[in-house]
C-alpha cells in the first residue's frame, strides 16, 4: 500500500514540476512527453522517472549533459514526504487526500514565489475550490462560511487601505496584492484566528531567512522584497499537519505565561 501510494505522489511531483515550470519559463504546458530545455530532445521513459532518473543521471541531461535544476528533485522529494505524512497522521481518508491536495497547491505556489515573486490567480482559485469542499466534507456549518466571507473582505479591505497610504506618502506598497488574495484563501480553509497564526509564524520565518540570507535577497529581488508567498504556504502547511491543535496550544501557553 505504501509503495502504491508513494508512486502515486511522485507521479503528482513530475505533474507539479510541469505546472511550476509553465509559471516561472513561460513554457507551453506538457501533458504528454517532456523535452530537455537545451537540446529539445524528447525524453526517454528510463528519464521521466521521478528521482530515481535524476540521481542515476547526476543531475545532467543524457543527451547534451547539460544540468538540470535540483528543483525537480526537491519538489518530487519534498511531495512525496507530504504524501506520506499525511496517510501517516490523518490515514487513508477522503480528508487526507483533500488536505494532501491543499498541501500540494500550497507548495507549487511556494516555489512559483520563491522564483518569479507572482501568485498566479489560478492556483489561488484551486486554494478556494478545494476549502469549498472542506467545508462540505466536514459538514460545517454555512454561517461559517459566511462569517469567513465576510472576514476576507474586511482583511482585503484593510491591507488595501495600507496600501494605498503607504503608497501616497511612501511610494510603495507594503504587501503584494498576490500575498493577499493568498491570505483569502488560508482564511477559507481555516479561520480568522489560524491566519493570524499563519500570518505571525510566516512574518517570523520570513524575517530570520531574511536577516540570514539578507545578501542573496538582495541579489535576486530588486528593493530587498522577499517571496512572502513562500512563507505563508509553508506556515499553512505546517499548520495544516497539526490540524491547527498548535493555535489552541499557542493561545493557551500565551495565557499561562501572561495570568
Known amino acids: ?21 509553465f509559471f516561472i519559463n513561460g513554457q507551453n504546458f506538457d501533458f504528454f512527453r517532456s523535452k530537455c530545455f537545451n537540446c529539445k530532445n524528447t525524453l526517454s521513459i528510463s528519464e521521466l522517472i521521478p528521482i530515481f532518473s535524476y540521481m542515476y543521471q547526476r543531475g545532467r541531461c543524457k543527451k547534451c549533459n547539460d544540468k538540470i535544476s535540483k528543483r525537480y528533485l526537491l519538489v518530487e522529494l519534498i511531495i512525496l514526504i507530504l504524501g506520506n ?8 481518508s477522503t480528508y487526507s487526500f483533500l488536505l494532501f ?6 507548495l507549487i505556489i511556494a516555489v512559483v514565489d520563491f522564483y518569479k515573486l507572482v501568485i498566479p490567480n489560478i492556483l489561488v482559485f484551486c486554494l478556494w475550490i478545494l476549502s469549498i469542499l472542506k467545508f462540505f466534507l466536514l459538514n460545517i456549518p454555512v454561517q461559517y462560511f459566511i462569517y469567513n466571507i465576510i472576514t476576507i473582505i474586511l482583511i482585503f479591505s484593510l491591507f488595501h487601505l ?22 483569502s484563501a488560508i482564511i477559507l480553509i481555516g479561520n480568522l484566528i489560524q491566519f493570524f497564526f499563519v500570518l505571525w509564524f510566516a512574518s517570523l520565518i520570513g524575517l530570520v531567512c531574511y536577516i540570514i540570507f539578507h545578501k542573496t535577497f538582495k541579489l535576486r529581488y530588486s528593493d530587498n522584497k522577499i517571496p512572502f508567498g513562500l512563507f505563508l504556504s509553508f506556515s499553512s502547511i505546517i499548520l495544516l499537519f497539526f490540524n491547527f491543535d498548535i493555535v489552541d496550544k499557542y493561545i493557551f501557553l500565551l495565557g499561562y505565561i501572561f495570568d
Open 162 to 183: 495600507a496600501n494605498l497610504f503607504f503608497n501616497f506618502y511612501y511610494h510603495k506598497q507594503i504587501i503584494g496584492y498576490g500575498d493577499i488574495k493568498l491570505f
Open 101 to 106: 491536495f491543499i498541501c500540494y497547491i500550497f
Open 85 to 92: 505524512i499525511t496517510l501517516l497522521l490523518f490515514n487513508v
Open 1 to 21: 500500500m505504501i509503495i502504491l501510494f508513494s508512486f502515486i505522489f511522485l507521479v503528482f511531483g513530475s505533474f507539479a514540476n510541469n505546472i511550476i515550470t
